[in-house]
């Protein structure tokens, strides 16, 4: 069996995690391929700010850290903030695999440009952030939302009728009025609305979860992982610490209820 | 009396404070200004890889986070790495200056292209990042190194005859490649700007001081960074934050 480890990149019940769970059923996957799904243990309530960045980093490399003596083979985000990643790959040597870098790339091959679909304009700063460190601002035709406050722990369960118009019609201005050759779902907590996105929409529609469970197979299959030299390793790798700044933040964090947005 | 404060990015001693405080006296400042030197909670040991950034951030925003409320007038990062500058801007309305985006903006107002001189190999690939992230790579003529270890708390004090020539040459093969500013690519090499300013036909820009000038300057415009760029978290979460340095000091007990 090869296993992938996806980290989850909010707390959350068991019912919750199933919504990121369901993600698998969009790809198939090699039978002797198995994904398991880790949430971090304290998070920002959202990912809309430079704080809530530099807080995720290093919750999801908190979380990520023991991947590889846990016996797993690769790791996947599910964000599309591509978090953690460059710190983990700094200190793992199985494939970790970011849905956004992964997004982008994938993107290209099947267009010339691709544009970006999102929930709400508060995640703009996330998309921009990988496109200039991947020096890829260029092929992105434009960023729309649909200007609805996301819920990452249930999705977009119940709000379908509602929201999948929105979606769609927000995509067709990406298309004939941006020139967008492929739609980049923005964020992993989107998939549910990709099956129908990809019947409506006359271009590909990636879905970034998915994408990355298979990127990463593909990682494992051809023996291929990051390069050492984009990613080096720290002189002083300070595990203790990290596992005991997030520690502390779980306690810090215990009892409290996830704050309201509205 | 305006007050800024500068974090010190590493935990280190007085008399490495002390070393990086000297820093002041390459600028002439204003006399109605003071700058405070304050050294991080805890932190990573080196700084060449994604791990040490991820660490250095938390622990450079987490000793800037309440300047505001002890009332400075400004923050000052003492790091090119820029590290804690973005999650300070998104929480801070007082403005927070940073050596890296700084001096490669300021280089282009003096040349059209620059040089980073780092202090190893190591080092390279945070510049190649920084230089992306800011949309900078195509001013970018040269990044080079004169490969030596960085001290964080001695800097290069006592080892200038044999350091201060290898960055010389570095400097000269940049400018072979088309470098008309040299960006020294880090505040701990501010010992050697006197010496290759002297040496060198094109500027040499001291990361640190020119900070401390450009804090001058905004507070001098009341000017701070733009909230469209930085914006504030929806949920701040500083308590979090503190808790997570304690328990990071707490490991560097044991």
């Keep these: ?262 | 009396m305006k007050k800024a404060l500068v974090i010190v990015p590493f935990a280190l001693d007085d008399a490495g404070v002390a070393n990086r405080k000297a820093q002041t006296k390459a600028v002439k400042l204003g006399p109605d200004i003071e700058f405070d030197f304050r050294p991080v909670t805890a932190g990573p040991t080196s700084f060449m890889s994604a791990h040490d950034w991820a660490l250095m951030e938390m622990a450079i925003w987490e000793a800037g986070m309440t300047a505001q409320d002890e009332g400075y007038d400004a923050v000052v990062i003492d790091t090119m790495s820029d590290s804690g500058m973005a999650p300070l801007r998104s929480m801070l309305d007082i403005p927070v200056v940073s050596p890296g985006r700084a001096s490669m903006l300021f280089a282009l107002m003096l040349g059209n292209r620059f040089g980073i001189l780092a202090q190893w190999d190591k080092a390279l690939t945070r510049y190649k990042k920084a230089t992306a992230e800011y949309g900078l790579a195509d001013q970018c003529a040269a990044v080079d190194h004169f490969d030596e270890p960085p001290d964080f708390a001695n800097l290069l004090g006592g080892k200038e005859d044999k350091v201060f020539p290898k960055m010389k040459a570095a400097c000269e093969r940049m400018m072979d490649k088309g470098a008309e500013v040299i960006c020294l690519g880090s505040t701990t090499m501010h010992q050697a700007a006197q010496f290759l300013a002297k040496e060198l036909p094109i500027p040499v820009i001291n990361p640190g001081p020119l900070t401390y000038k450009l804090v001058e300057t905004m507070l001098g415009l009341d000017l701070s960074h733009s909230k469209a760029a930085f914006p504030a978290p929806l949920v701040p979460k500083p308590e979090m934050v503190h808790a997570m340095l304690q328990a990071a000091k707490a490991t560097e007990k044991k």
């Design chain 1, 1 to 262: 069996m090869r296993k992938i480890l996806v980290l989850v990149p909010f707390p959350m019940t068991d019912e919750e995690l199933a919504n990121r769970q369901a993600q698998s059923k969009a790809v198939d996957l090699a039978p002797d391929i198995e994904l398991h799904y880790r949430p971090v243990k304290a998070a920002p309530r959202t990912y809309t700010s430079q704080q809530d960045y530099v807080l995720a980093d290093v919750v999801l490399l908190e979380a990520g850290r023991s991947a590889q003596e846990d016996g797993f083979d690769a790791v996947c985000i599910d964000t599309v903030s591509d978090s953690g990643v460059a710190a983990l790959r700094s200190v793992l040597d199985i494939p970790v695999i970011g849905p956004g870098r992964t997004m982008y790339a994938t993107a290209i091959t099947l267009g010339e440009k691709f544009s970006m679909l999102a929930m709400w304009k508060d995640w703009f700063g996330l998309y921009t952030k990988v496109h200039k460190d991947m020096g890829l601002s260029h092929k992105c035709a434009s960023m729309r939302a649909i200007d609805v406050t996301p819920d990452n722990r249930n999705l977009l369960g119940g709000k379908e009728e509602k929201i999948f118009p929105l979606l769609r019609d927000a995509a067709m201005k990406c298309i004939e009025e941006d020139g967008a050759d492929v739609i980049c779902l923005g964020s992993t907590t989107m998939h549910q609305s990709a099956e129908f996105l990809a019947k409506n929409l006359p271009v590909p529609v990636i879905n970034p979860g998915p994408l990355s469970y298979k990127m990463a197979e593909l990682a494992m299959t051809m023996r291929l992982s990051q390069s050492r030299t984009a990613y080096p390793r720290p002189k002083v790798d300070k595990r203790g610490m990290l596992h005991a700044m997030v520690d502390a933040a779980a306690v810090e964090q215990a009892g409290k209820p996830v704050e309201k947005l509205d």
